[in-house]
DNA sequence: CCTACCGATCGGTAGG
DNA sequence: CCTACCGATCGGTAGG
């Protein structure tokens, strides 16, 4: 990957952010690389290969972010530290995730049935993680792991939204993350 | 508002939220009514107001969700009823609650920033009924009511990707709210 | 609600 | 990397 073809990745990334996929012409890529429309077809073969590359960037970078979760830690510190990997990911990159969490939806086959493979294994890490605490004991025993998965992804899907680049990540996914542990109410639960 | 006009609303709210605003042609919109595309611009002076139309069709529907909330009704029973309102919204109108909740930003001014002023006010009215419940000493009292109302509006803005309108949707909300409520964690939580 | 049309812009290509 | 161009489509309008 030449250099110039990376600064056009990361301008279709930004631009597709700002303004959507159908939202950017090439016109808009150009210009935001200084160049005329026409020489951006010796960086890319069409708009779409660049949507391809970044819903590529930003499922890698989410991908790395599970694996930097160690092994060998307790399975609730595992769940924290995922979070905040995934956030960090958000807040570091943050017009490939965007791309990523909304744009993936103008991808053509092959590619678009490809995406949703990959964004369903990453879900699957997800629970996979969860299982994992609940069968070492670490999670209520009626919990709804389902619904637990689900509200944790809601959060971490959504943030690319409200997370700045500038904020402190890791304190925010922990912050989250105490309250997905503990819940919100003022007395101890009941003990089933 | 003509039966005729009122069908096109629906219409755009649909292929706004499959297709996207960008990705929508008027003559789309014509081949979803039969008719000729001219003949739009004897219901709607622009695409642009059909997207305002839809936009607001969502606010509404948001917006009476949370009137529905009883007032008598208790702190933690009055978030739940909130939860329950906001996601049968989006599974009974889920291509304007989609448009709301992914399409507004291409709204130009000044309803873009009316917009705004209107979401704001649509959260601010969540973070009333956590603090009323905190005030009611319904929540921990060391509870981080920000990042409270931040996750459960993630679970709320996230949910038009895979709430689908077939589903029991009050139940689901009461799963989530159950989690909300006390928590993932194994074994009572430290009191403060 | 239709036909016929407007200028502007779209993604992409040819040839240098 | 540029100029010049392609056919197709865009949102929107005029006149009926």
Do not use: C
Not at 88 to 99: D, F, I, K, S
């Amino acid at each position: 990957m030449t250099p110039r073809r990376t600064a056009l990745v990361a301008a279709a990334a930004r631009l597709f952010a700002e303004r959507g996929y159908h939202g950017t012409s090439m016109a808009d890529l150009a210009e935001a690389l200084g160049v005329q429309k026409g020489s951006l077809y010796s960086l890319t073969e069409s708009k779409q290969a660049l949507l391809v590359d970044v819903t590529r960037d930003g499922a890698a970078a989410f991908g790395r972010a599970l694996d930097s979760v160690p092994d060998e830690a307790e399975p609730l510190e595992r769940l924290r530290r995922a979070l905040r990997a995934h956030l960090e990911v958000v807040a570091g990159q943050l017009h490939a995730a965007t791309v990523f969490t909304r744009e993936w939806r103008f991808l053509e086959e092959p590619e678009l049935t490809a995406f949703r493979v990959e964004r369903r294994r990453y879900e699957e890490r997800w629970r996979a993680l969860f299982r994992e605490a609940s069968e070492r004991g670490a999670l209520r025993s009626d919990l709804d792991v389902e619904a637990a998965v689900l509200l944790v992804l809601s959060a971490a899907n959504w943030a690319y939204t409200w997370l700045r680049p500038g904020a402190d990540t890791a304190s925010l996914a922990d912050r989250f993350f105490a309250i997905l542990l503990d819940g919100v109410r003022g007395y101890a639960p009941p003990r089933s």
